[in-house]
C-alpha cells in the first residue's frame, strides 16, 4: 500500500506533536524555565533580542519608520544595518506585550524557530519522497543538529523552516 501523495492535517499535527515534544525533551532545562534561563550573555543574542524589541515597539507607534532604529544616530534606516528579524518580532508583539519580558519572549521565538524548522523539513521531505518516516527523521534531523545548539544565542539560525517550506512549493 502506498502513502497518498498529499499531506493531510491528520499528519500534520501529529508530526506538528512529535517535534513539539522534541523541542522541549531536546532544549531542556531551557523549555521548562524559559522567562529565567538564557543566552542573552552573547553581544549577538543581546542584538537579536534588541532588533525584535525594535521591532515590537515601532510596527505599533510608527510602523512607516521601522528601519529608523535608535542607533546610529544621525544616520537613517540604521535597522538595515544588522539582521531586522521582521517576522519574529511581529510574532513577538503579543507575548510581549502580555508579559512585558524579553526573555521569555526570545526564549518562546527561539523555541519556536526550533519547532518550525522541524515542521518545515518535515512537509518538504514528506513532499519529496511520501515517506512519513524518513520525513520526522528529517525534520529531527534539521532542526535539532548540534551546530544549532552551537549557534542558540543567533536566533535567526533557529528560523530556517520556511526555506524548506519555499523549496517544497
Same mark, same amino acid.
Given at each position: 500500500?502506498?502513502e497518498p501523495s498529499h499531506l493531510e492535517?491528520?499528519?500534520?499535527?501529529?508530526?506538528?506533536?512529535?517535534?513539539?515534544?522534541?523541542?522541549?525533551?531536546?532544549?531542556?532545562?531551557?523549555?521548562?524555565?524559559?522567562?529565567?534561563?538564557?543566552?542573552?550573555?552573547?553581544?549577538?543574542?543581546?542584538?537579536?533580542?534588541?532588533?525584535?524589541?525594535?521591532?515590537?515597539?515601532?510596527?505599533?507607534?510608527?510602523?512607516?519608520?521601522?528601519?529608523?532604529?535608535?542607533?546610529?544616530? *544621525?544616520?537613517?534606516?540604521?535597522?538595515?544595518?544588522?539582521?531586522?528579524?521582521?517576522? *519574529?518580532g511581529l510574532l513577538?508583539?503579543?507575548?510581549?506585550?502580555?508579559?512585558?519580558?524579553?526573555?521569555?519572549?526570545?526564549?518562546?521565538?527561539?523555541?519556536?524557530?526550533?519547532?518550525?524548522?522541524?515542521?518545515?523539513?518535515?512537509?518538504?521531505?514528506?513532499?519529496?519522497?511520501?515517506?512519513?518516516?524518513?520525513?520526522?527523521?528529517?525534520?529531527?534531523?534539521?532542526?535539532?543538529?548540534?551546530?544549532?545548539?552551537?549557534?542558540?544565542?543567533?536566533?535567526?539560525?533557529?528560523?530556517?523552516?520556511?526555506?524548506?517550506?519555499?523549496?517544497?512549493?
Amino acid at each position: 500500500m502506498t502513502e497518498p501523495s498529499h499531506l493531510e492535517w491528520k499528519e500534520l499535527v501529529d508530526a506538528s506533536l512529535v517535534y513539539i515534544l522534541a523541542t522541549i525533551v531536546l532544549s531542556y532545562p531551557l523549555a521548562f524555565q524559559p522567562s529565567s534561563l538564557s543566552r542573552l550573555d552573547n553581544a549577538d543574542a543581546q542584538l537579536n533580542a534588541w532588533a525584535i524589541s525594535w521591532v515590537c515597539h515601532q510596527v505599533i507607534e510608527n510602523p512607516w519608520a521601522l528601519f529608523d532604529a535608535n542607533t546610529f544616530y *544621525p544616520l537613517p534606516n540604521t535597522l538595515a544595518f544588522s539582521e531586522h528579524l521582521f517576522l *519574529p518580532g511581529l510574532l513577538a508583539i503579543p507575548i510581549l506585550w502580555l508579559s512585558n519580558d524579553l526573555v521569555l519572549t526570545f526564549n518562546l521565538l527561539l523555541l519556536f524557530g526550533m519547532f518550525i524548522s522541524a515542521l518545515g523539513m518535515y512537509i518538504l521531505v514528506r513532499t519529496l519522497t511520501r515517506h512519513r518516516g524518513a520525513a520526522l527523521l528529517c525534520g529531527i534531523f534539521f532542526s535539532f543538529a548540534a551546530f544549532r545548539f552551537v549557534r542558540l544565542p543567533h536566533l535567526q539560525m533557529q528560523w530556517y523552516g520556511f526555506l524548506p517550506l519555499a523549496l517544497a512549493c
